[in-house]
């Protein structure tokens, strides 16, 4: 099991993830090899490697998501590991056990660990067995109607129906009473065939305005597994992250040691190596449910290093290089708050609308307990083909009052001149009575936006008229190409997805 630590590692991604391993690697004092499309010839990991390597057009499917391609040069440049960032192959089992054949390691859990837990029925029998608490439901596709009625009745209404193959909220429905049943099955079943290509479908009992909180977890390759603590991500739209913040608000230290101790056995049941979260939904009266198992490195794993101080990144490599964990659960301490904000290139006063373009000055904030993990400078053309994260800035604080206050002023600090971002969102939500008071749940957010929404639109005419030329300009030439974390299944399993950034200008041209 011995391994020596790596010489040399490929980073299968672009943008603030790859900048951010990139920073690791280097470091540990190992060489970092990037890998770039057409559009990203001047992206800034492309910058910061020590070797760069093009593979291909924009559409990620030529390359981002290319497993033959990466390989290539992997083995061109004799990278003796990869780490896949997120989105893109990263819970790709076949780019895993791709990369296992071609005797290159991996940094992320096993071929067979990822398969078993990208699968939501697989993963809730697996769970079962484990005796782990998760949502009342049925844990095999549902075979007919008749069976969803049965199971609807005995569970009781409201009622989810969920794609297997899903995540990201693609092949759900939502279902409040028996007459609406079958049209939301049949819906489901299509938008689940449609966006995973498998139309398997099963039911959950709804909870009502839940929370969202996920437990990050680390284990060796020798058995040794430990939790880091959970994050909060109640702060969501449309199955997107905004605001997350390690810890809960809500959570205290025993809710801690049992939630963190079930993520643990839902690890050890999956036979899970290296960084994986367990997600939860948890209710009004704080009981906690296992949703599904993300098995990559999140977004938002800055919040978990700041609180734990620990590098997580680092800590991946180690684990891939064989070594054991250097500390014990009962060395793991929780210290202080903090709370990260995903910086879009989005415009506030269109729906949130991707705004690609050129940075034409760019001033950041630094500062006490400020971290900025971000994969653009002045001077860049943010391309339209891929996620539009900028960055992500992070406040860190003794408490939660000072955090708030740290991100605030950095936030007031942060120029982005030449295209609109979403930074004027988050002093929004931050100074929010229901925020500060961490009243928090997966409709903060929508119900936020509604009281704006409700004003009258400044400029209705022009926001059409961009939204028309914006759709016409994607429909014309912008190149298919897949998302990142945002919509990781759709990424990862669907190379000929189209973008994130070109639906949305499409849904928003036919409005
Ligand atoms: C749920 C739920 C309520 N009840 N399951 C959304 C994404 C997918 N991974 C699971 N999701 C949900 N599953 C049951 N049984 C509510 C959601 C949900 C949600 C969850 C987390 C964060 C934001 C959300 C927004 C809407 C719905």
């Given at each position: 099991?011995?391994?020596?630590?790596?010489?040399?590692?490929?980073?299968?991604?672009?943008?603030?993830?790859?900048?951010?391993?990139?920073?690791?690697?280097?470091?540990?004092?190992?060489?970092?090899?990037?890998?770039?499309?057409?559009?990203?010839?001047?992206?800034?990991?492309?910058?910061?490697?020590?070797?760069?390597?093009?593979?291909?057009?924009?559409?990620?499917?030529?390359?981002?998501?290319?497993?033959?391609?990466?390989?290539?040069?992997?083995?061109?440049?004799?990278?003796?590991?990869?780490?896949?960032?997120?989105?893109?192959?990263?819970?790709?089992?076949?780019?895993?056990?791709?990369?296992?054949?071609?005797?290159?390691?991996?940094?992320?859990?096993?071929?067979?660990?990822?398969?078993?837990?990208?699968?939501?029925?697989?993963?809730?029998?697996?769970?079962?067995?484990?005796?782990?608490?998760?949502?009342?439901?049925?844990?095999?596709?549902?075979?007919?109607?008749?069976?969803?009625?049965?199971?609807?009745?005995?569970?009781?209404?409201?009622?989810?129906?969920?794609?297997?193959?899903?995540?990201?909220?693609?092949?759900?429905?939502?279902?409040?009473?028996?007459?609406?049943?079958?049209?939301?099955?049949?819906?489901?079943?299509?938008?689940?065939?449609?966006?995973?290509?498998?139309?398997?479908?099963?039911?959950?009992?709804?909870?009502?305005?839940?929370?969202?909180?996920?437990?990050?977890?680390?284990?060796?390759?020798?058995?040794?597994?430990?939790?880091?603590?959970?994050?909060?991500?109640?702060?969501?739209?449309?199955?997107?992250?905004?605001?997350?913040?390690?810890?809960?608000?809500?959570?205290?230290?025993?809710?801690?040691?049992?939630?963190?101790?079930?993520?643990?056995?839902?690890?050890?049941?999956?036979?899970?190596?290296?960084?994986?979260?367990?997600?939860?939904?948890?209710?009004?009266?704080?009981?906690?449910?296992?949703?599904?198992?993300?098995?990559?490195?999140?977004?938002?794993?800055?919040?978990?290093?700041?609180?734990?101080?620990?590098?997580?990144?680092?800590?991946?490599?180690?684990?891939?290089?064989?070594?054991?964990?250097?500390?014990?659960?009962?060395?793991?301490?929780?210290?202080?708050?903090?709370?990260?904000?995903?910086?879009?290139?989005?415009?506030?006063?269109?729906?949130?609308?991707p705004?690609?373009?050129?940075?034409?000055?760019?001033?950041?904030?630094?500062?006490?307990?400020?971290?900025?993990?971000?994969?653009?400078?002045?001077?860049?053309?943010?391309?339209m083909?891929?996620?539009p994260?900028?960055?992500?800035?992070?406040?860190?604080?003794?408490?939660?009052?000072?955090?708030?206050?740290?991100?605030?002023?950095?936030?007031?600090?942060?120029?982005?001149?030449?295209?609109?971002?979403?930074?004027?969102?988050?002093?929004?939500?931050?100074?929010?009575?229901?925020?500060?008071?961490?009243?928090?749940?997966?409709?903060?957010?929508?119900?936020?936006?509604?009281?704006?929404?409700?004003?009258?639109?400044?400029?209705?005419?022009?926001?059409?008229?961009?939204?028309?030329?914006?759709?016409?300009?994607a429909?014309?030439?912008?190149?298919?190409?897949?998302?990142?974390?945002?919509?990781?299944?759709?990424?990862?399993?669907?190379?000929?997805?189209?973008s994130n950034w070109k639906?949305a200008a499409?849904?928003?041209?036919?409005?």
């Amino acid at each position: 099991m011995f391994r020596k630590m790596f010489n040399k590692i490929l980073i299968a991604n672009r943008g603030e993830i790859a900048v951010r391993v990139l920073g690791a690697c280097h470091e540990m004092g190992i060489a970092a090899v990037a890998v770039y499309s057409d559009v990203d010839r001047a992206s800034l990991h492309v910058r910061k490697a020590d070797e760069a390597y093009p593979i291909g057009a924009a559409a990620a499917a030529e390359s981002y998501l290319n497993i033959e391609k990466i390989l290539d040069v992997a083995a061109r440049s004799g990278a003796d590991a990869i780490h896949p960032g997120y989105g893109f192959l990263s819970e790709n089992a076949k780019f895993a056990q791709a990369c296992a054949d071609a005797g290159v390691k991996f940094i992320g859990p096993s071929a067979a660990a990822m398969d078993a837990m990208g699968s939501k029925t697989r993963a809730r029998q697996a769970m079962e067995r484990a005796g782990v608490p998760f949502v009342p439901g049925t844990s095999r596709g549902l075979e007919s109607f008749e069976q969803a009625e049965q199971v609807a009745a005995r569970i009781g209404y409201p009622v989810m129906l969920k794609a297997a193959a899903g995540g990201g909220g693609k092949g759900m429905r939502l279902v409040h009473a028996p007459a609406a049943l079958k049209s939301a099955l049949e819906g489901a079943r299509s938008e689940a065939e449609r966006s995973f290509g498998d139309g398997e479908v099963y039911i959950e009992k709804a909870m009502v305005n839940p929370r969202h909180i996920e437990m990050q977890v680390l284990a060796d390759e020798h058995g040794n597994i430990v939790y880091l603590g959970e994050r909060e991500c109640s702060l969501q739209r449309r199955h997107q992250k905004v605001v997350e913040e390690s810890p809960s608000p809500i959570v205290d230290a025993d809710m801690r040691r049992r939630m963190g101790e079930v993520a643990v056995r839902v690890a050890r049941a999956a036979g899970y190596t290296n960084a994986g979260t367990v997600e939860f939904l948890v209710d009004q009266q704080k009981n906690f449910y296992f949703l599904e198992m993300n098995t990559r490195l999140q977004v938002e794993h800055p919040v978990t290093e700041l609180v734990t101080g620990l590098d997580l990144v680092q800590l991946q490599i180690r684990i891939a290089a064989g070594e054991r964990l250097a500390f014990a659960q009962d060395e793991v301490q929780i210290r202080g708050h903090a709370i990260e904000c995903r910086i879009y290139a989005e415009d506030p006063d269109n729906d949130y609308f991707p705004s690609p373009g050129k940075i034409t000055l760019l001033l950041e904030p630094s500062g006490p307990g400020v971290r900025r993990d971000s994969g653009m400078y002045e001077g860049w053309t943010v391309p339209m083909d891929y996620d539009p994260l900028l960055a992500k800035l992070i406040g860190y604080g003794a408490d939660r009052n000072q955090a708030i206050g740290r991100l605030m002023r950095a936030l007031n600090e942060y120029f982005v001149g030449g295209i609109k971002t979403n930074i004027s969102l988050f002093l929004r939500i931050l100074s929010d009575p229901d925020f500060r008071a961490a009243k928090l749940d997966t409709g903060f957010l929508d119900r936020l936006l509604e009281k704006k929404r409700a004003e009258p639109p400044t400029d209705s005419k022009a926001t059409e008229v961009a939204a028309i030329a914006a759709g016409l300009f994607a429909a014309l030439g912008a190149p298919a190409a897949a998302a990142g974390e945002r919509s990781p299944d759709s990424g990862a399993s669907q190379p000929s997805a189209a973008s994130n950034w070109k639906i949305a200008a499409h849904k928003e041209a036919m409005r």
